[in-house]
């Protein structure tokens, strides 16, 4: 052990109490000693020193004592006091002693009473101290392969004390594993994956140090278990994968249904881990033959009706141990005859649909022929029964509603009763009100329709029709179908001589009705005339036409329509619109004078006759203006009379009336209706009275003066 430095002070107090310093020593190493004590007496053979101060002894560096060695290994001094027993008795104890002999003295450096001394050399042997060797695993069971770490842990036998260095030798039995360098703790660890499967006594050897011995462990058991791969195993049959299994232990299996009817070189391919290599195992020869199968067929309708849609399922089944789905077709047979095939699905099922089963009893079965894979079978009859179906019935008519005297013909439309299907065949009875009409008609494309009839009556009829049936439906009745037999319609069409026209002109407006299509025959009746909402005359048809002729229109515009008022077979019409323009007419004006020449104060009428210019007719009405060149000499109102066969005769007075010549009045008298008399009053007070007769044929009157 290394020292830095070593001091060593006692001192006597007055009473001779010694207290003691213990040098404590410094090391570069830590490895322990046993510690030492020595007592070093000192006599004292003379009398106290004179110098002053408390006696003592002091511990001075040792440059040639045994034990100079010492103070060589380090300059860091310790101190500790301690009381003097028994005298002048000083100790010192240390566990820094190095291995080997040691020569050790002490020298007491005197105090100011005694002088110094030192003592004889003791000789102080320091052997290694002694160490045991522990060994422990983690884990302490294994498997091949598998990292197993082993740690010694070094202990020092008391009295020994300090930490061993150096390093620990792994045995396995009398193989040395390898070794591991103590640390700071005193353990050592190595860590091994090579160990083989089995037992194995494991120790541990602590090779020593220069202050600890060497010693061995114990042997600690450590086993090893046979290691299992892990991962996964692919299977392939030839090149095709058939599946990837991780391993269970050691083993890895797939199953498959997937392999063909055939043989097969199957092989396991291992991928490999981390501890275990990827290998693949020889080719197995594995021969799968063709799996036995069943056929179950089914019907969506056991009992059915012609012409009812009805499919046939098979269910081809797998009999163990085969598995899978079949592929292929089956074929669907009624007795020995063949409706038709179903490829299967991916559901090991075929259909076939029908609706062409004749009414009647049928054995129908279903045939599988098999596939690469699946061998082929034959289901068991199933028994289909087909009845006949219904029928219904529905009547339309050609014409509805018809028209008196239109022709009219009904159709039957058979057709089969849900669920069935098809086309019906067989007659049909037509009755028109209950009775029969015609003879019973076949169905053609499940269509029947009777001759045409133009007779039927107004009002409505009542259609019916029976169905007789057939082989493969039965017999029906249509609903009741109600004709409804109208009035022929008309048209009415209205046309005018003359549009325009002048006032007075003679205008004649035709109607004339036709039976529209496709009604027949010439209406008969009326037909009343309006301008406007105003009646002008109800004329009756003549061979279809009316007609209404007048000189009385106004002058403006007429909204002229004609009415037919229809009959017991020709319904009412009306016709468009006729606008008829109405025109003033021209008129022409002549003068004459009661006395030409006159003389000077002499009164002198002038009258003016003003004339209907023809095509116009009628007595203008007004006044007239009488001139003298560019003068005005007065005006007068027309007198008008005249003769219509509708008013007879009609007058208005005109007033003539001059600023020289006084005033010559005449009034209207009444208006009389055709072939009756009229009176005429003239003047204020008239002193006679004119009788005028209305000659119709002529067209004039005839006056005869009575008092």
């Keep these: 052990m290394q020292v830095a430095a070593s001091f060593l002070r006692i001192q006597y107090p007055a009473h001779y109490r010694l207290a003691h310093i213990s040098n404590r020593f410094l090391s570069k190493n830590t490895q322990p000693t046993p510690r030492i004590t020595r007592c070093a007496t000192v006599s004292s053979a003379r009398t106290p020193s004179p110098r002053p101060g408390l006696p003592g002894a002091q511990l001075f560096p040792l440059q040639e004592h045994p034990a100079h060695a010492l103070a060589d290994r ?53 052997g290694q101290a002694g160490t045991t060797t522990s060994v422990a695993a983690s884990p302490s069971s294994s498997v091949y392969g598998q990292s197993v770490t082993f740690t010694a842990t070094i202990g020092v036998v008391t009295p020994g ?45 602590y090779g020593g140090d220069g202050n600890f011995t060497t010693s061995s462990s114990n042997a600690a058991s450590q086993i090893v278990n046979q290691a299992s791969p892990t991962g996964s195993v692919e299977f392939f049959d030839g090149t095709t994968p058939i ?8 083993t890895a299996a797939v199953s498959t249904a997937a392999l063909t009817a055939g043989t097969h070189s199957i092989t396991a391919q291992y991928r490999g881990d981390g501890n275990f290599s990827s290998s693949t195992s020889s080719p197995a020869t594995v021969p799968v033959r063709r799996a036995s199968t069943t056929t179950n067929l089914s019907s969506s309708a056991s009992t059915s009706v012609f012409g009812q849609s009805v499919t ?22 009624d007795g020995s005859t063949t409706l038709g095939t179903g490829t299967l699905n991916s559901n090991g099922q075929a259909t076939f649909a029908t609706t062409t089963l004749a009414v009647g009893s049928h054995t129908i079965t279903a045939v599988y022929g098999g596939d690469p894979n699946f061998s082929g079978s034959t289901s068991a009859a199933l028994a289909q029964t087909v009845s006949k179906d219904g029928s219904t019935a529905a009547i339309t008519s050609s014409a509805s509603p018809s028209v008196l005297n239109q022709s009219v013909s009904f159709t039957v439309k058979v057709s089969a009763a849900a669920p069935g299907s098809g086309t019906p065949t067989g007659t049909v009875q037509f009755r028109i009100d209950g009775s029969k009409f015609g003879s019973a008609v076949a169905l053609a494309g499940g269509s029947a329709t009777s001759t045409s009839i133009s007779t039927l009556k107004l009002g409505n009829h009542t259609i019916t029709a029976s169905y007789s049936g057939d082989g493969n439906f039965t017999a029906s009745t249509a609903p009741s179908f109600t004709q409804v ?66 000189t009385k229109l106004v002058t403006g515009q007429h909204t002229i329509t004609a009415l037919y008022n229809g009959s017991s077979t020709f319904a009412i019409s009306t016709s468009a619109v006729l606008t ?16 030409d020449p006159s003389i000077f104060g002499q009164s002198v009428t002038f009258t003016a006759t003003v004339k209907a210019a023809s095509p116009g007719s009628g ?52 208006i009389a209706e055709p072939g009756s008399a009229i009176t005429i009053r003239t003047g204020p007070s008239p002193s006679r009275i004119q009788s005028w007769m209305v000659d119709l044929t002529g067209r004039t009157l005839s006056r005869s003066l009575r008092p």
């Excluded at 399922?313 to 089956?330: H, N, Y």
């Excluded at 008829?580 to 022409?588: E, G, K, L």
Aim: aromatic share 6%; glycine share 12%.
């Design 619 to 670: 007595t203008p009405t007004g006044s007239v203006t009488f001139m003298d060149g560019s003068t005005a000499l007065g005006s007068a109102t027309l007198r008008v009379c005249s003769i219509s066969p509708e008013k007879g005769l009609a007058c208005q007075v005109l007033r003539y009336q001059t600023p020289t010549f006084g005033i010559d009045s005449q009034t209207i008298a009444n």
């Design 580 to 595: 008829q323009t109405v025109n003033r007419d021209h008129t022409s004006t002549v003068v004459t004078t009661s006395a």
């Design 243 to 250: 599946g990837t299994t991780p391993l269970s232990g050691s």
């Design 312 to 333: 046939f399922t098979a269910t081809i089944g797998v009999v163990a141990p085969g598995a899978g789905v079949p592929t292929g077709s089956v074929t669907f047979k």
């Design 485 to 550: 037999v109208s009035k022929d319609n008309t048209t009415t069409k209205l046309v005018a001589t003359v549009n325009p026209s002048v006032y007075g002109q003679s205008i004649s407006f035709t109607a004339s009705v036709a039976a529209v299509a496709p009604g027949t025959g010439t209406p008969t009746g009326t037909v009343t005339f309006f301008d406007g909402s105003t009646t002008l005359k109800t004329v009756t048809l003549t061979a279809g036409a009316a007609t209404y002729s007048t």
């Design 74 to 126: 380090g300059r860091r001094v310790l101190r500790r006091r301690n009381r003097a027993r028994n005298g002048g008795s000083a100790t010192y104890s240390t566990a820094g002693l190095a291995v080997g002999s040691h020569a050790i003295t002490a020298q007491y450096i005197g105090d100011g009473n005694f002088s110094d001394s030192t003592s004889p050399v003791v000789s102080q042997t320091v």
């Design 161 to 205: 004390a300090g930490t061993p260095t150096g390093s620990v030798t792994f045995m396995d039995g009398s193989t040395t594993l390898g070794t591991g360098t103590l640390n700071s703790t005193g353990a050592a660890s190595f860590t091994i994956s090579a160990l083989a499967v089995g037992s194995h006594a494991i120790t541990a050897v």
